[in-house]
DNA sequence: GGATGTTGACATGTGTCACGTGACACAATA
DNA sequence: TATTGTGTCACGTGACACATGTCAACATCC
């Protein structure tokens, strides 16, 4: 059984960064600097990514599902969870959003 | 059956904007301006968003779920549909990325 | 018919963020 | 010693979400 998802949950979700750091460059046996080199990008994008300081883009959604064999709605469904919880955290006057009813 | 998702949709995804415009807004009866009040965000926003010429961001998804009775999935997964449509024809140099077997 | 208000569109400005390049210091290893 | 990997900084650029202010077109009401 599974957690109804009215329930919030507190802890934030998992950063794709930390898949990255934690699974992917041990299990592939890849450096930073390495797994820069494959996705064609620079080094510093893949640096602030496993240190999640910055979000997975689409693009590179799409450049990882390429080299890792899995899909960009993997690693965007993992980002997209981080974003939401973020979201929840700083939005403002959301209790003054009445629902509607169809008309 | 499905169609695999190994063949590339060629038309580009609904955008959640034209769902606003085309379901949303008729449906309930609602103007561009009466929607921004309700949801709590200028007039601006909104007629950028039905005009497609903005993304839904987490937090718009999360207001906008709100006030529908939905959730802030369904709309940030017709934006990641779109956004994933845009970088795949943008996106530069990804065969040159060869897929990966585990060490 | 004129005042008022609502709507949609445009311009402008601001802040944030993904990304690149280049440089530096420090470690570990060949 | 030379090389390679790492973390971090300082830049700069282009996108983009959002607010504010303005304006023309249209409706509605006195």
């Known amino acids: ?16 960064g930390e898949m990255l750091r934690e699974d992917f460059l041990p299990d592939f046996k890849l450096t930073v600097s390495g797994l820069a080199m494959a996705l064609g990008v620079s080094r510093q994008t893949i640096n602030e990514l496993v240190h ?21 709605e993997f690693w965007l469904n993992a ?7 973020d979201a929840n955290q ?6 003054k959003i009445t629902p509607l009813k169809f008309a």
Do not use: Y
């Not at 059984?1 to 794709?16: E, V, Y």
């Open 52 to 72: 999640e300081r910055r979000a997975v883009s689409p693009e590179m959604a799409i450049r990882l599902s390429r080299l890792f064999g899995n899909t960009p």
């Open 1 to 16: 059984m599974s957690i109804p998802n009215t329930i919030k949950r507190q802890a934030r979700p998992t950063h794709p």
């Open 90 to 95: 700083t939005i403002t006057n959301v209790e």
């Open 79 to 85: 980002q997209r969870a981080v974003d939401l919880w």
